[in-house]
Every structure is written in structure tokens, then in C-alpha cells.
């Protein structure tokens, strides 16, 4: 059998098999098992831990009921080649909202932990901000699997090929070289490469999935960073996420991005994110490990 942690990830309908990582198994009313996509080095991508535990959440509560906020914290790296259990407390039902903590474990010891609150659909004081104006339509940004195509390397094919959006960055990727301005703001278009169901569950699931590929890259921009930057260390630490409104992930979203402070090996990412018509759908906070060569 190939070894999971150092083959290189490319398939041919990298969408879809995300969606087969995202379907769990149940094993109570409470507790559900899941894998986890190949990946080079072997750990467990932290956007798939963090769908795959709010969408054991949901399946304890009722479908009128859309997840709204998450709070989680990484507590341990996870291992591609073990399973992941999914426990999930039931904390609260009321009559508007529902929370819930859920446990992603792998060998009985915790890799996630998160809360996730649940609210059924009611009518309220509404604003919202706005996006930055000429923002250049993602047709006309270079994507990811365009700049990496020719780059023969696991980590490369994990990003590109393998990698189940489609992501451009307004301001030029920082994948092999530093950005050409220290800046720590950043613009991302992202969609999935592929239609999908009208879930909206899945639809927040997967919007968490994917904004872990980006979201501590406003720090490595800040400091004259790159993913390719000999001896980086970087790891989430802990993920805060608000959705707003309802989102489709299959339709372009605008990730405005910021990196409001950094300070002893931590650094704090932030984004919103925006349809394409200018809705504010979610926001995003991250704050992660940062450790720089010098």
C-alpha cells in the first residue's frame, strides 16, 4: 500500500474527493469516525479537522437549525493514516439557539476541540461593511494551478492539482518568493472547483475547509515571507469563524485579508469574506504559530 504522508496527492476530481473525506460514519447518536486526505508530511490538514468537527456537530442538531459561529483550538498535529472520532456534547437546545462541543480524536486524545452554535432563521437589525473598491474580477488574476503547474514538488501538487478550489491572489501569490511589497494586507479570490449540492451546511463546512489555506499568509507577507522560506515553522493555534449570511462556496468569494498584530512566535490573521456582488458572508480570525529563520 503507498504511503500516504510522502506520495505525491493528485487525482483527477480533487473536489469530489474532498466530499468523500467530509463524509462521516455514524457510530451513536453522538459520535462519528472520518479519515483524512493524503498529504505530504503526514499531518492532517487543519481546515479538513475543522469541517469534518462542525459538520459532527450539526448532525445533532435539527436542520432548521444553521451553524453560525465556531471557536476551536488545534491542540495536536493529526495523522493522516488514523481514523478521526468525532464526539460531540450537546451543551444547549433553546428555543433560538443550539450549541454544541465536539472532540476530533485520534488514539483517545484530542486534535481539535471546538464549539459551534446553531440558530434558526429570524429577522433582526441588519449592516453590513462594504469591500474595497476596483477589486479586479477573478478572471483577470492568475490562478494558483497556473503558477504552480510546472513546479515538480508533493507539497506543489498538494496546492494545485489536489486542492479542491481554485484560488487567486490579487496581489501575487507568495508561494515560492517573498511579495514584492511588505504589506499585511492581502486579497484571495476563491471558489470550488465544481458545482455542489444546495447544502448550506456543507457550503459553511467547506468555506471553513478552505480559508485555512490562507488565512496566516497576511504574516508572512508582513514579514518578507514565503511558504518556500527555509526552516519556516507555522501551525494554526486556534479559529474563530462567523457566517452571516448564506454562502455559496461553488461561486467566487473575495477574502479581504489583514494581519493586525504579531508578537512572541504568534501572529493574529484576519478576513472577511464577500460574494462577488459585495455581500458580506463571514468573517474569520486565526491566530497561529509563526517562527522565522534569523
Known sequence: MPDPTRMPVVTPDPLATVLDVLELDEVDENTFTGGS?????????????LAQTLLAAARTVDPERLPHSIHGYFL????????????????RDGRSFSARR???????????????SFQVEQGGVEHADVPPHDVPEPESVPSAMDLLAAVDHPVAAFWTQASAFDLR?????????????????????????????????????????????????PLLRRHGASWATRDLSIASLDHAMWWHRPVSVDEWLLY???????QGGRGLGAA??????????????QEGMVRLPG
Open 37 to 49: 486526505l493524503p498529504k505530504p508530511g503526514g499531518r492532517v490538514f487543519g481546515g479538513q479537522v
Open 76 to 91: 495536536r498535529a493529526g495523522d493522516v493514516t488514523q481514523p478521526i472520532t468525532f464526539q460531540v456534547e450537546r451543551l
Open 102 to 116: 465536539t472532540h476530533a480524536l485520534q488514539g483517545g486524545v484530542p486534535i481539535l476541540s471546538m464549539t459551534t
Open 169 to 217: 491572489h490579487v496581489e501575487g501569490s507568495i508561494y515560492l518568493d517573498p511579495a514584492d511589497q511588505v504589506t499585511d494586507r492581502q486579497m484571495v479570490w476563491m471558489r470550488a472547483r465544481g458545482p455542489l449540492p444546495q447544502d448550506q451546511v456543507l457550503h459553511r463546512a467547506l468555506l471553513a475547509y478552505a480559508c485555512d489555506q490562507v488565512m496566516l499568509e
Open 256 to 262: 479581504v485579508q489583514s494581519a493586525p498584530s504579531a
Open 272 to 285: 472577511r469574506v464577500y460574494t462577488r456582488d459585495g455581500s458580506l458572508v463571514a468573517t474569520i480570525a
